[in-house]
């Protein structure tokens, strides 16, 4: 079902348009990965200093507190860019294993910003100092920054998809994985 | 001047590496993908500094401290940057020769370098929130920011 409303949402005027942009889609794309930098960056520092290898002598909190709105209002622009990037061609990405990929990493990077924040962060002030801050906060940090890379690593092979659908045959967990079924069946009713 | 330059180019692609690069259908997004870590670390490294220097961000700390903490993750990030961006040269010098936002990004990269390490990097001792500060924050981000950019531009040609 969800196949059949996104290949729906791509016949959309909007999404062909945006498909179709000689400036407009490479324009979003750029934005995209200049904020990702952005984004992905200030997080990686504030990351290396709650692992407790970098900025020694500064307070996490002047990451979390000063830097933060910063890091969001990056990320606000990158959810942005990202989401109409998909709604040009939302079947293909839905298809697409390092997509999906894609997305589970985000959602663990989710749950992670979650937990130090209504968890380990509560405390901040007992630890901010430390050049070494309490295992649960080092081991968010290090989490952020393996789940981050990873984000960053399956975004770019997302256009260098090896397992797209067309491509058969694929192993039967790639096609499990990436959800190639539904695009096959579709297929094949064409005449 | 380029016309002179396409024989280097064509001798680029041509090298061991280049070749292994092109052969692979793994090597080239695997290596982009790893410049593209880099990138995020020097983001990273660059704003804080840079945001710095325009008066927001990190305000409790001195513009100098902040830059001596983020040095050796920049020139870490730089080095990966430079020898994954010579691979993927490698791979495709020849495309790279006739394509505009290489140019753009290639003769931005050294200004960026030098304005970073030679000319930012100097006045940083003692530098407070003010126009000079403002000034060297907004350079080194346009600057970064047209590398970055026309790199990403050089896959649309």
Redesign the interface.
Same mark, same amino acid.
């Given at each position: 079902m969800i196949a059949g409303i996104l290949e729906w949402v791509g016949t959309t005027k909007w999404s062909v348009m945006l498909l179709e942009s000689y400036y407009v889609w490479?324009l979003l794309?750029?934005t995209h %990965? %200049?904020t /990702?930098?952005?984004f992905?960056?200030?997080? /990686?520092?504030m990351d290396?200093r709650l692992v407790g290898i970098?900025?020694?002598? %500064?307070?996490v909190t002047?990451?979390t507190g000063? /830097?933060l709105p910063?890091t969001r209002f990056a990320f606000a622009l990158m959810v942005a860019t990202g989401l109409l990037l998909f709604y040009s061609s939302p079947l293909r990405y839905y298809n697409n294993i390092f997509f999906r990929l894609k997305i589970v990493l985000l959602l663990a990077a989710g749950l992670n910003i979650w937990l130090f924040h209504s968890r380990i962060h509560l405390e901040v002030e007992e630890w901010e100092n430390d050049l070494r801050p309490p295992r649960a906060a080092r081991i968010a940090g290090l989490v952020s920054i393996i789940v981050?890379?990873g984000v %960053?690593?399956s975004?770019?092979?997302v256009?260098?998809n090896?397992f797209e659908c067309e491509i058969q045959p694929q192993p039967g967990w790639v096609n499990f994985l990436a959800g190639c079924d539904a695009v096959g069946e579709e297929a094949m009713l064409e005449p | 001047m380029p016309e002179a330059w396409y024989p280097f180019f064509e001798w680029c692609e041509g090298t061991f590496l280049g070749s292994a690069v092109r052969e692979s259908?793994y090597a080239f997004?695997l290596i982009?993908?790893v410049h593209?870590?880099a990138?995020?670390?020097?983001?990273?490294?660059?704003?804080?500094v840079d !945001?710095r220097m325009l008066g927001?961000?990190?305000?409790?700390?001195r513009i100098a401290?902040?830059a001596n903490?983020?040095r050796?993750?920049l020139v870490g990030g730089l080095v990966v940057m430079l020898s994954t961006g010579v691979l993927l040269f490698l791979g495709e010098a020849v495309k790279c020769f006739y394509n505009t936002a290489f140019w753009v990004k290639i003769l931005t990269l050294p200004v960026a370098l030098v304005f970073t390490f030679a000319v930012k990097g100097r006045l940083l001792d003692g530098l407070e929130t003010g126009t000079r500060s403002r000034l060297l924050g907004s350079a080194s981000l346009v600057l970064w !920011?047209v590398v970055?950019?026309a790199g990403?531009?050089i896959g649309?040609s």
């Open positions: 490479p794309e750029s %990965v %200049v /990702l930098a952005f992905v960056g200030t997080a /990686l520092m290396l970098a900025f020694p002598g %500064v307070p002047a990451f000063r /830097l910063w981050w890379t %960053v690593f975004g770019r092979l256009a260098y090896w | 259908i997004p982009e993908a593209l870590v990138l995020c670390v020097i983001g990273g490294a660059i704003i804080v !945001l927001f961000g990190m305000k409790d700390q401290e902040l903490h983020v050796p993750w !920011l970055a950019a990403r531009w649309y």
